[in-house]
C-alpha cells in the first residue's frame, strides 16, 4: 500500500500513550464501557448500541489491516447516509487510516479522477452503488479492494477484490495492533465541493475535528440526553462532522436517509424521533416552515441550525414562527476550517438577522483588502482566518496550498463587513462579485432583497458582460406556484426603494430549479454557462 506516514511495530506503542490521545475512537470505548447499552446511532428504526458500535468498528478495522490497509493510506467511502457510515470513518481512523466521504451523485469518471488523486486503496459502498464503485475499480490503478454494504454475504463474490460487509464483522478481531494515532494524523480527506474547478482535498486532522468538536458543542448546547438528527449528506463536511458532538458526550445520532427531500416526512420523522436538534439549509428550511404551518407536527427541537448557504430574511422570521421553542442557530464556515468559524447565537437571530454571527472563540480572523491590509472598520474585505480548526493543506497540491495560506492566513474567499460589536455579514463571494460601471456589485446582497418579492421562490445572481458597463446584473429566478414572472421593468420597481439603480438586475432568467451542490450551495458557473450570454433574455428554462 502507498502510505503518507509509517505505522509503528507492534508492542512499541504503550496503551497509556494511546490513551492520552482524544479523539472519537477513544469516546466510543468509554461509552462502550461506560454506558455500553445505551443508543448511539438510530438509523431506519435499527438502533445501534455503543457496546454494537465499538464492537463493530474494531472488527471491521482489523479486517481492513489484515488485508494490508495501512497508517496513511486512503479508502473511499461512496454510500448513502447509514449507519454503517459512521462505522466506516470510526473504523479506517483506528488504524491510521484516512476516510475519503465521496459524493455519491458523481459519475464513475469523477469518482475515479478522487480514487486516482488521493490514490485509495479500498472502496466501501453499497449496493445501489455498487455498479459506480465496479467501474472504478475496473479503472484504478490503486484500489484492491471493494467492500459492499446491505449485500447477501453468502452471494457476494470473496476475494482480493470484491468482500461483503458483514463477512468482513465476522471475523476474528483479536489480532489487531495497538496503534498510536496522534492528533495531528489525518483522520478526513474532504474533497470540496469543485464549484469553481476540479476539487480539491482538504486535509483535516483529528485536532481539527477535536476543535470543532467543542464548538459544535457550545453551539447547540450539546447534552448526553440529546438526539440530534443528521439530514445533510454524510460525504458532506456538516454531515460527518456533525455527528461528533453526540461521539463525544455518549448521546444519539438519528441519521436520515437519503433520496429526494421531502419536508413532511422530515418532520413526521423529527416528531417520532424525538430529535432535539437538526441542521438543514435555507431552502429547506423554508420548505419544512411551510409544511409545518400547513400540518403541525408536536417537535421536540431545542435548536433549529442553517448553515452552508445564505438564508434570507423571510426564511429566518418563518423559522421563528414555525419553531417558536427552538434556538435558531447560524452555522457558518468551509471545509477547510473543519468547518465552524463564525456562530450566530438564538439570542441574536432576529436582532442581527443577515449575520453570520461573531468568530468562535478557537478562530481568529481579519478582514483585509488584496494587499492583506486590515480594512477600515464597517469596510468590505476577504475574511482571513487562523486557528485549530485549520486544515493541514489540500492534498498533493502544494501550489493551492500556498495560496490558500497566503500571508500566513487561511483565505475563505468571502466577502464581509463586521458591526460595531463584531458580528460579521457576509456580503458576497470574492469570485462572484460583479464589477459594474466601476461600482462592486454584491450578489447576495441583491439576492436577499429579490427573494421577498412575492413572485420569488428561489434567486441567484450573476454578471453578465456589458460593452458599455463591463458588466451588469441578471437574476436566475425560480417562481412560486402560479407566480407571474417579472421581468426586468417589474423587478426593478420593486427594488426601487431596497437597492441603488446600479444594482438592479438587467434581465430576468426563470428556471425551474437552481443549480445547487450537496452543500445546497448554487453552482454559479453553470448559471454563468446558461445564462451569461446577452441572448439569453426572459424564458422558462426546462433543461
Known amino acids: 500500500m502507498t502510505t503518507t506516514g509509517s505505522e509503528p511495530a507492534g508492542g512499541e506503542i504503550t496503551e497509556p500513550l494511546r490513551s492520552r490521545r482524544n479523539h472519537w475512537n477513544n469516546r466510543v470505548r468509554r461509552h462502550a464501557r461506560m454506558i455500553p447499552g445505551s443508543t448511539a446511532l438510530s438509523f431506519a428504526g435499527v438502533e445501534t448500541s455503543w457496546r454494537d458500535l465499538d464492537r463493530r468498528t474494531t472488527a471491521l478495522a482489523a479486517a481492513l489491516h489484515r488485508r494490508g490497509i495501512r497508517f496513511g493510506d486512503r479508502v473511499l467511502i461512496l454510500m448513502l447516509n447509514r449507519s454503517e457510515y459512521v462505522e466506516v470513518v470510526l473504523a479506517a481512523n483506528l488504524i491510521g487510516v484516512i476516510a475519503v466521504p465521496v459524493n455519491f451523485r458523481m459519475s464513475p469518471a469523477e469518482v475515479g479522477f478522487l480514487a486516482d488523486d488521493c490514490g485509495a486503496c479500498a472502496i466501501v459502498t453499497e449496493t445501489a452503488l455498487a455498479t459506480t464503485s465496479a467501474a472504478v475499480r475496473a479503472s484504478s490503478d490503486t484500489v484492491l479492494h471493494v467492500v459492499e454494504v446491505g449485500t447477501d454475504a453468502a452471494a457476494t463474490p470473496v476475494g482480493a477484490d470484491h468482500l461483503a460487509y458483514t463477512n468482513l464483522l465476522a471475523e476474528d478481531p483479536s489480532d489487531l495492533p495497538v496503534i498510536d494515532i496522534p492528533e495531528d494524523t489525518v483522520a478526513l480527506l474532504m474533497y470540496t465541493s469543485g464549484t469553481t474547478g476540479r476539487p480539491k482535498g482538504a486535509m483535516l486532522s483529528h ?5 470543532q468538536t467543542v464548538t459544535g458543542m457550545r453551539a447547540m448546547n450539546t447534552r448526553s440526553t440529546d438526539r440530534s438528527s443528521c439530514v445533510a449528506p454524510m460525504f458532506h463536511i456538516a454531515g460527518i462532522v456533525g455527528v461528533a458532538p453526540a461521539i463525544y458526550v455518549g448521546s ?3 441519521i436520515h436517509p437519503l433520496g429526494a427531500f421531502s ?3 422530515l418532520l413526521d420523522t423529527l416528531e417520532r424521533e424525538r430529535s432535539t436538534s437538526v441542521f438543514l439549509v435555507p431552502a429547506q428550511w423554508q420548505a419544512v416552515c411551510a409544511a409545518q404551518r400547513d400540518r403541525p407536527r408536536s417537535v421536540s427541537l431545542r435548536v433549529a441550525s442553517w448553515g452552508a448557504a445564505p438564508a434570507s430574511d423571510t426564511v429566518l422570521r418563518a423559522m421563528a414562527e414555525a419553531f417558536p421553542e427552538a434556538m435558531i442557530v447560524a452555522l457558518f464556515g468551509q471545509t477547510e476550517m473543519s468547518p465552524v468559524t463564525c456562530l450566530l447565537e438564538g439570542a441574536d437571530a432576529l436582532r442581527k438577522i443577515g449575520s453570520v454571527g461573531r468568530v468562535v472563540e478557537s478562530v481568529e480572523a481579519r478582514v483585509v483588502d488584496d494587499a492583506m491590509n486590515d480594512v477600515a472598520p464597517g469596510g468590505i474585505g476577504e475574511i482571513v482566518y487562523r486557528g485549530p480548526g485549520m486544515m493541514a493543506g489540500y492534498w498533493q497540491n502544494p501550489q493551492g496550498t500556498a495560496e490558500a495560506f497566503a500571508g500566513g492566513w487561511f483565505h475563505s474567499g468571502d466577502l464581509v463587513r463586521v458591526d460595531d460589536e463584531g458580528f460579521v455579514y457576509v456580503v458576497d463571494r470574492k469570485k462572484d462579485m460583479i464589477i459594474s460601471g466601476g461600482e462592486n456589485i454584491f450578489c447576495a446582497e441583491v439576492e436577499n432583497e429579490i427573494f421577498a418579492h412575492p413572485a420569488v421562490a428561489d434567486v ?6 456589458h460593452e458599455k458597463w463591463g458588466e451588469v446584473p441578471v437574476a436566475v429566478v425560480v417562481l412560486r406556484p402560479d407566480a407571474v414572472a417579472p421581468d426586468a421593468a417589474d423587478l426593478s420597481g420593486f427594488l426601487n426603494d431596497r437597492l441603488a439603480r446600479f444594482k438592479h438586475p438587467a ?8 443549480p445547487r451542490n450537496a452543500g445546497g450551495k448554487v453552482v454559479k458557473p453553470v448559471l454563468r454557462t ?9 424564458h422558462r428554462d426546462t433543461d
Open 207 to 211: 485536532g481539527n475535528l477535536l476543535s
Open 263 to 265: 419536508p413532511d416526512d
Open 460 to 465: 441567484a445572481v450573476i454578471g453578465r458582460a
Open 252 to 254: 444519539v445520532s438519528v
Open 530 to 538: 446558461a445564462h451569461g450570454s446577452r441572448d439569453a433574455g426572459l
Open 507 to 514: 434581465d430576468v432568467v426563470v428556471v425551474d430549479v437552481l
